[in-house]
């Protein structure tokens, strides 16, 4: 699959640079991405166990070491697309850990086209 925003992931490496886990971890979820061979999001849990699906329009979180990663899936597209990375505690401040939070930071940013 093309990634998309991996920009996002490059500014999270140089923001930890010393946390050599992270790094690899990153490394690690950018090779899962680009390897994803999918007919449709129903098999995405063979790839990686943490997918966890946070909105029909095809946006997942998926856990690096101890940061999460919202990104956006279009098999359709052939496109893998990271909208937001940070570590947990800016995950529950920015999506208050709930559904309805994350929806609405979606639709809020203009990402569900």
Do not use: C, P
């Amino acid at each position: 699959m093309e990634l998309i925003g991996r920009d996002i992931l490059s500014k999270l490496k140089n923001k930890n640079r010393g946390n050599s886990k992270l790094l690899q971890a990153i490394d690690q979820l950018i090779v899962d991405l680009e390897s994803l061979k999918v007919d449709s999001t129903n098999n995405l849990k063979t790839l990686r166990s943490d997918f966890e699906k946070v909105h029909n329009d095809g946006f997942y979180f998926v856990n690096i070491h101890i940061h999460r990663v919202l990104l956006v899936i279009k098999v359709e597209r052939n496109e893998v697309k990271i909208v937001w990375a940070g570590n947990h505690d800016e995950y529950v401040r920015t999506f208050k850990n709930n559904k309805k939070s994350i929806e609405k930071w979606i639709r809020i940013n203009d990402l569900t086209k």
